[in-house]
């Protein structure tokens, strides 16, 4: 069965230093991956995607992850924070192989918190 | 920028009561969703519907549940008889294909207190 794991649950960072969400995942094929973010009050945004062809995907807002096949992992990074990027932010894996219909499977979820 | 959009944004209800939660996906899309949090759970998927049909629900889609599309913009989530734990987050969510590959887009969500 495809899952993901969040390994923090919180991270806190200062303004201007870089950011690392990290994300494992279980997968028996190539798994579609995903990042979502979710700021106070507001639906899941998408941020960023994989799905098989390069390995590292740029997102919006500066934010980018590496697909790491041998490691099964998919973190997520940003050079440098910004006070808005406080919000939750979640793995996500397509619980089916690609053209198929998927559904989603989430992390637990990481509260990024920005200190100034 | 098109957006899924959720109503009501707060809900609460006595036990053994019907709700019904609302969702308008964005207008071309074929494929939507439920989702729902319970609080510090993980985001779960409900139940995913296509051309007026279940396409596949989970284990907790159970008979309390079920999905409409009353008209050609909104999809309804209806619980029945509500109970404690039923007290979630709900997502509503639509794709254009449905496919593994595709981004799902999420509304901002109902949340939904059973006292």
């Known amino acids: 069965a495809q899952s993901v794991t969040q390994l923090d649950s919180h991270v806190s960072v200062s303004e201007g230093t870089p950011v690392l969400l990290r994300c494992n995942y279980s997968?028996?094929?190539?798994?579609?991956l995903f990042w979502y973010v979710q700021h106070p009050n507001k639906g899941l945004q998408l941020l960023l995607k994989?799905?098989?062809?390069?390995?590292l995907v740029k997102g919006i807002n500066g934010f980018e992850a590496e697909f790491k096949k041998s490691e099964t992992s998919f973190h997520l990074t940003k050079p440098s924070a910004h006070m808005s990027d406080a919000a939750e932010y979640f793995c996500?894996?397509?619980?089916?192989?690609?053209?198929?219909?998927?559904?989603?499977?989430f992390g637990k979820g990481t509260k990024l918190s920005v200190k100034p | 920028e098109p957006e899924v959009t959720q109503t009501p944004s707060h809900q609460v209800t006595q036990m053994g009561q019907e709700v019904i939660l609302r969702c308008v996906p964005i207008?071309?899309?074929?494929?939507f969703y439920w989702y729902r949090q319970i609080l510090g759970q993980k985001v779960e998927f409900l139940v995913s519907?296509?051309?007026?049909?279940?396409?596949?629900k989970s284990e907790i889609f159970d008979d309390q549940f079920s999905v409409e599309r009353p008209d050609g913009s909104n999809f309804t989530l209806k619980i029945r008889s509500t109970k404690l734990e039923d007290s979630a987050m709900y997502f509503c969510?639509?794709?254009?294909?449905?496919?593994?590959?595709?981004?799902?887009?999420f509304g901002p969500g109902t949340r939904l207190l059973v006292l």
């Open positions: 207008s071309n899309h074929l494929y």
């Open positions: 994989y799905t098989s062809a390069a390995t």
């Open positions: 519907f296509y051309n007026n049909e279940i396409s596949e």
């Open positions: 997968s028996s094929y190539s798994p579609s």
């Open positions: 969510a639509s794709s254009l294909w449905g496919t593994s590959q595709e981004t799902q887009y």
């Open positions: 996500v894996v397509s619980d089916r192989a690609g053209g198929s219909q998927g559904n989603l499977i």
